[in-house]
T-cell receptor, first 116, second 115 residues
Framework: AQKITQTQPGMFVQEKEAVTLDCTYD???????LFWYKQPSSGEMIFLIY??????QNATEGRYSLNFQKARKSANLVISASQLGDSAMYFC?????????????FGGGTRVLVKP | GAGVSQSPRYKVAKRGQDVALRCDPI?????LFWYQQALGQGPEFLTY????????KSGLPSDRFFAERPEGSVSTLKIQRTQQEDSAVYLC?????????????FGEGSRLTVL
């Protein structure tokens, strides 16, 4: 079974509007972390936001917020007020702190294109 | 520099050649990861080092892949007898933390094309 599922391969969003990127995950660990990374065409993975499994508040970082629904095992990324520079691939990832060790497991990504 | 540095950025190899990809992590970062990213897909874990110790190599696809980090800083990923399916971007990431929460800082990757 896929540990991280991103069901939206690509999406368009109008500049200045908000966009939600879906992510669901599968783990039996009680302790884990969820990450979102942005990958522009240059190839570098840029860290956006982190949510720990025990965090009660949804994480926010500037225009990025994470809608964490633990019971549903979802960790959707919301980008508010989209900008042209937000056009990129976005990856959801999970780090399980139990037997799986330290590695990040990534989803397949969602390509976002912001239209002017 | 302040970030994770990888070299070469681009490598073209003929099938059967050996290649070596270098990663220079952020100074002081004890954890180092290698990932393989095929075109249009998410990165796939290859191997993990804590200082010089290779603690997890479960993602290495075959015994043609070998990674080392002899002094706990710079790491080299070596691919022997390259094949076309090895064509991908190889990403290196480092983290300050030994375990638990720790942001991974990624390099820009080494794009390998095997002809």
């Amino acid at each position: 079974a896929q540990k991280i599922t991103q069901t939206q391969p690509g999406m368009f969003v109008q500049e200045k509007e908000a966009v939600t990127l879906d992510c669901t995950y599968d783990t039996s660990d009680q302790s884990y972390g969820l990450f979102w990374y942005k990958q522009p065409s240059s190839g570098e993975m840029i860290f956006l936001i982190y949510q720990g499994s025990y965090d009660e508040q949804n994480a926010t970082e500037g225009r990025y917020s994470l809608n964490f629904q633990k019971a549903r095992k979802s960790a959707n990324l919301v980008i508010s007020a989209s900008q042209l520079g937000d056009s990129a691939m976005y990856f959801c990832a999970m780090r399980e702190f139990g037997a799986a060790g330290n590695k990040l497991t990534f989803g397949g990504g969602t390509r976002v294109l912001v239209k002017p | 520099g302040a970030g994770v540095s990888q070299s070469p950025r681009y490598k073209v190899a003929k099938r059967g050649q050996d290649v070596a990809l270098r990663c220079d992590p952020i100074s002081g970062h004890v954890s180092l990861f290698w990932y393989q990213q095929a075109l249009g897909q998410g990165p796939e874990f290859l191997t993990y080092f804590q200082n010089e110790a290779q603690l997890d190599k479960s993602g290495l696809p075959s015994d043609r892949f070998f990674a080392e980090r002899p002094e706990g800083s710079v790491s080299t990923l070596k691919i022997q007898r390259t094949q076309q399916e090895d064509s991908a971007v190889y990403l290196c990431a480092s983290s300050l933390a030994l375990a638990g929460v720790g942001e991974l800082f990624f390099g820009e990757g080494s794009r390998l094309t095997v002809l």
